[in-house]
Structures are given as structure tokens and as C-alpha cells.
């Protein structure tokens, strides 16, 4: 029986392209990370398109840190060296779209909750309502070194810091009322001091006295993404999240997490049905399947042996993965204090499929172990109909291999058979972004 409803959709946007070799193909523009009309193309095609939103990632950290403190030579073999800062960004592409939602990440491990609550009710407002916070631990070990710190927080350290950071940046959104500000020329009253609260918080990780000094969100609140995978991520994105991103690559896996964390937000006390839980898929599009498949393994021509190890170091544990036989199994890790899920998933597929190290890195360097399928427009369309039917996800994160075919590929090619199936949307249905996902607007915390 067909699925009532519509697929959520977000464009993930992490130039040069989610897929590791996609900015060396022939018609890849140079500078795509930092080249601002570029981001606007993206921005505009996925609005035109009708997504939800376009999600940036973030890190904070020059990825090669540790070959260029040891001299390395090849150091500068790596992409994704320099980058835009997505909050900056997101006012930039406010003022050039009307509709879709904006996304950026803001670690919880290294910034501090007031920065973080004003910047975002500082989007939402410069965007009218299409603001939202990816919010993340950190999975770089090597972001300490940036912020005065000679080690990465714990893994369990980190998720209970985050989980007070957000209390806290909700506190300050919810500490105007809606209809705090007066502004009566006649009395002279700015606004009422009745509907503006100073949160006092004090805890184990923050002491913030608040008020917030924005007027409350066009939302309510800014829209909250999370990405965790493991134990804790499920666990506070389940409690806080309105909309979930997660790698799976096949469907059984993928409808088991989406009904564990659905569980989870029952017993948060929410109702599962305000969670948007949108697996990561990155598509290879071609006209027809001879063609998508040549595109597909162009691609895969592109990674370097060394590129597609470099891809594996960072949920390495700490091995120095170069010291073993590329055509050896991979080797035994130990857990990371980074990405613990994703190394999981890495460790698994390795060993499941008995895969080589050189195998392994070329799987994962593809596109970060999220689900990729090569196909025509109804390949790709069936797979991704089939996830949504069978209550897998409410949608998808779709990850561009890169600058611009990717993008258009899937904005000009899929979507328009994605609407012909009536599986997507063919205009927005509001002005916020919290609209156009379904949700209602949060009680405050005031009101409460």
C-alpha cells in the first residue's frame, strides 16, 4: 500500500563533492570550496528544485594537520583543505533564496551555547524562518589542538556536554515570549518585562545568565539537525532533533534504525512522528543505465590508493593504516574517540564482505559509507521509493558526488520523476522551513 505523504529531501553541499574524487573530473570547476557564486548556483538549483533544505557540514580542522606538522610530502594530495564557515554563509544565501531552509554545523565540543543560539536566531531571522543547527560533537580529534586543548573530550564526555548545550541555547530561543516586544510610542515601553526571562542556568559544563538578546524565532526555534550514530548520538537526537541524518546502504539496517530511534523519542516523551529521519544517498545519474554506469566508474578511476587510505585515518583509532599490506585484511582497530558508529559500519562491511585495506578505503572513500547507487532516473527512483514505502526513513540527504553535474543531474533527472510518482513535492507548501517539513512550532519553554 502506498506511503500517504511526501519525501523529506535535504541537498547536502560539501564542496568540492561528497565523493572523494569527484572535483579531478574533467568538467570540475578549481575553487568550488570557496568560490561564493558557486554556492549560490547550488543554493538556487535545489530551490528551484523544491528541496527542504541545503545542509552544509563542517569541521574545523585542516584535515592533513598531522602529515603537514610531519613534513609530509603528501600533505597537499588531500581535498577539502580550506572551506567557507557555514554560519557566515548562511545569511549570504538567505538574502539570495526565498524558500529553502539553510543548514550549518555547530560543534557543542568547541564553541559555547550563547554564540551558538544567538548566531542561529540571528539566521532565522535574517531568512525568515529557514534557519537551521546541525548539531555535533566534533568526530575530528584533531579540532582540539585549534581551541587550546591537547586531547579531544571523551566520546561520553562530549555527548553529555552536548546534551546540556542544548538545554541551554533552548533556554535562551525560549526566553522571549512571542509577543515580548511592545514598542508603544505613547507609553514608551520597549517591551514587557513579563515575557522575558533570565534562564540562570548553572550546570556541570555552563553557567549562562541569558536573556537572549534576539526576539524570538520566526519558528519558535531554529530547526535541529543530528547526525550521531552511536549509542549517545542516537539517544540525543532522538530527545532534541527534528530532523535525523544517518548512513545506511541497505534497507534492513536502515529500518532498523529508524524504528530504534523512533522508540527512543517515545521515551523522551515525544511523539516519533516530529522526527524527519533522512539517510544519506549519494546518486551517479545518467540518462540511461550504459551511461550512468561509465560515469560511475570514471569516478571510481579518479580515487588514488593513498587518498582512499587518507579517507580511513581519521576513524583509524590512531593506526598509522600506511604501515600494512594494501592487499592484506584490514587491520584490527581500536575504538575511536571520533566517529565511533562510522568506524563500526567500516569494521562490519570489512569484514562481512572480506574486503582488502585497499578495498576498504576505496568503499569508504566513495562517499563516507552512506548508501551510493549508479543508475538511470528510475534506478535510482525505485530504490529510493522502495526506503520510503518500507518506512526506512521520511526521506533522504542527498550527497552531489560534485560541482555541477552532480547537481544537476539530480535536480534536472531524478527529481522531476521523483514528482511524476507524486513520492515529492511541486511547490513549497510554506514560507519556513518548518513549514515545508510538517512540523508544528515548539511550545516555549516561557509558556511551559
Known sequence: MPRKGKMRMLAMWHPPGSHTAGWRMPD????????????????????????????????????????????????????????????????????????????????????????????FAAIDQISGGRGAWNLVTSQFEAE???????????????????????????????????????????????????????????GKYFKVKGPLNEARSPQGRPIVAQAGASGPGRDIAARVADIIFSAQSEIGEARVFYDDVRTLASGHGRNPNDLRILPGIMPIVGRT????????????????????????????????????????????????????????????????????????????????????????PKTIVDVMQEWYEQHACDGFCILFPYYRRGVTDFTELVIPELQRRGLFRTEYEGTTLRANLGLLKPQSHFNA
Open 289 to 376: 543505465e550504459a551511461e550512468a554506469r561509465e560515469h560511475y566508474l570514471q569516478l571510481q578511476s579518479l580515487i588514488t590508493d593513498d587518498q582512499a587510505l587518507r579517507t580511513l585515518q581519521r576513524i583509524s583509532g590512531g593506526v598509522d593504516l600506511r604501515k600494512y599490506p594494501l592487499d592484506g585484511p584490514l587491520p584490527d582497530l581500536p575504538l575511536s574517540n571520533g566517529a565511533q558508529a562510522r568506524q563500526v559500519r567500516l569494521v562490519e562491511t570489512a569484514r562481512k564482505n572480506n574486503l582488502t585495506l585497499r578495498q576498504a578505503g576505496r568503499w569508504f572513500a566513495e562517499s563516507r559509507s552512506h548508501h551510493l547507487v549508479w543508475g538511470s
Open 28 to 119: 570540475a570547476p578549481k575553487r568550488s570550496e570557496t568560490t561564493f557564486k558557486y554556492f549560490v548556483d547550488v543554493a538556487r538549483l535545489c530551490e528551484a528544485a523544491k528541496f527542504d533544505a541545503l545542509f552544509f557540514a563542517d569541521v574545523a580542522v585542516t584535515q592533513s594537520i598531522d602529515l603537514l606538522e610531519a613534513g609530509d610530502p603528501n600533505a597537499g594530495y588531500f581535498s577539502r583543505a580550506v572551506s567557507l564557515e557555514p554560519m557566515s554563509l548562511l545569511p549570504a544565501l538567505a538574502a539570495v533564496t526565498s524558500k529553502i531552509g539553510l543548514v550549518a554545523t555547530g560543534s557543542t565540543t568547541y564553541s559555547d551555547p550563547y554564540t551558538i543560539a544567538r548566531r
Open 144 to 202: 582540539a589542538g585549534n581551541y587550546g586543548h591537547d586531547a579531544h573530550m571523551s566520546h561520553s564526555q562530549r555527548y553529555e556536554r552536548a546534551n546540556e548545550f542544548f538545554d541551554v541555547v533552548a533556554a535562551l530561543w525560549d526566553s522571549w515570549a512571542e509577543d515580548a516586544i511592545v514598542e508603544d510610542k505613547e507609553t514608551a515601553l520597549v517591551f514587557d518585562p513579563n515575557k522575558v526571562r533570565v534562564i540562570n542556568h548553572q
